[in-house]
């Protein structure tokens, strides 16, 4: 596997809130930092932090509060503004199905750790969050994002669309009556992505905040401040790999076409940077693979479905030139590390 040529980063933005939630739980902020080489002041909302150091401060905030839904209360009362910049332009767009359209597109502004997406399902849409940095990461993250994502749906349209159904790539908590309450909707845990299900003609919703002139400048000034952002090329194509595994079709082709680029162009600017796409590719499939079978319960073959492997003996012998270790005994292992 190639390395990294910097740490997958994460935009703090609602985990800005977690001291504010341990105080008011009576829990000692300097217990959950130690070590982390971070302090409450490093918390504003438009700082990147590795994920990897995000992922450990809400998994110790948790365990030292008490709090198995500490990912909700981070996100109560969030929305798209949390977003920073992003925020503002989603609440110009025209329409919500533009808006989440324009998040997915500069997500990569806030994240080169995870990736947004909006895949049609049937006659509905899925609005999802995949993480694809190497470490494995926090099942809050995860709760923190499909909240988020609820809420600035529910805001951007005045509540009038509403998720139908909510699946988190995690664990089934102790307690799942708390999400239940927060999502107001079916939740189902164990599934191989996190997102919100969406009625499809919900995003034709005219947004009452509209205002082209206003996206226009925005959308201006974010792209001047997007082309100052020190991001390899390789961590566009990163980004880009991880929805089009969910969406079936991960080729170099369909990459590049996603990136606006000829395949060969492609190539040659990965070339630049000492990787190949196979390479990315390969780091993504097994990030993810790390990540399903260390925080769901769903079957290897299913994991391979969601990696795009046509059988689940082809990712197997991926997974195990990878690792030296099969799935099954890869994942066993993480369960006894765990206790």
């Not at 909707?185 to 499809?200: A, S």
């Not at 996603?258 to 395949?263: A, I």
Request: proline content about 6%; charged content about 20%; hydrophobic content about 45%.
């Amino acid at each position: 596997m190639s390395s990294l040529s910097s740490q997958p980063l994460q935009r703090v933005g609602p985990l800005a809130r977690l001291p504010a939630i341990l105080a008011a739980h009576d829990v000692d902020l300097a217990g959950v930092m130690e070590g982390l080489q971070l302090a409450a002041a490093g918390l504003r909302p438009e700082t990147q932090l590795p994920i990897s150091t995000l992922s450990a401060m809400l998994d110790r905030a948790a365990e030292h509060a008490g709090l198995g839904e500490i990912g909700l209360l981070i996100a109560e009362a969030q929305n798209h503004t949390a977003l920073g910049p992003v925020g503002q332009l989603m609440m110009s767009c025209e329409t919500l199905g533009s808006a989440l359209g324009t998040f997915v597109a500069l997500q990569i502004a806030n994240s080169t750790a995870a990736a947004a997406y909006l895949h049609p399902v049937g006659e509905d849409y899925a609005l999802g969050f995949g993480i694809y940095a190497p470490e494995l990461p926090s099942s809050h993250l995860y709760d923190v994002s499909a909240a988020i994502g609820l809420n600035m749906v529910r805001d951007l349209t005045g509540g009038a669309v509403r998720a139908a159904e909510v699946l988190l790539s995690r664990p089934t908590p102790r307690n799942p009556e708390p999400y239940r309450r927060f999502f107001g909707c079916p939740v189902r845990f164990n599934e191989g992505q996190t997102c919100l299900i969406l009625p499809g003609r919900s995003m034709g919703f005219k947004l009452p905040t509209a205002d082209a002139k206003l996206r226009e400048r925005l959308l201006a000034a974010f792209q001047q401040r997007l082309a100052q952002q020190q991001q390899g090329f390789a961590s566009r194509v990163r980004h880009a790999i991880r929805p089009l595994l969910l969406a079936g079709d991960a080729s170099q082709r369909r990459v590049a076409a996603h990136l606006n680029l000829h395949p060969r162009t492609m190539g040659r600017r990965l070339e630049a940077e000492h990787v190949t796409f196979e390479q990315l590719k390969d780091e993504v499939r097994l990030a993810v693979a790390r990540d399903l079978l260390a925080r769901t319960e769903i079957d290897v073959s299913d994991v391979a479905v969601a990696l795009g492997y046509a059988t689940p003996s082809a990712f197997v012998r991926a997974f195990r030139r990878w690792t030296d270790s099969s799935p099954s005994v890869w994942r066993k292992s993480q369960r006894t590390a765990d206790v």
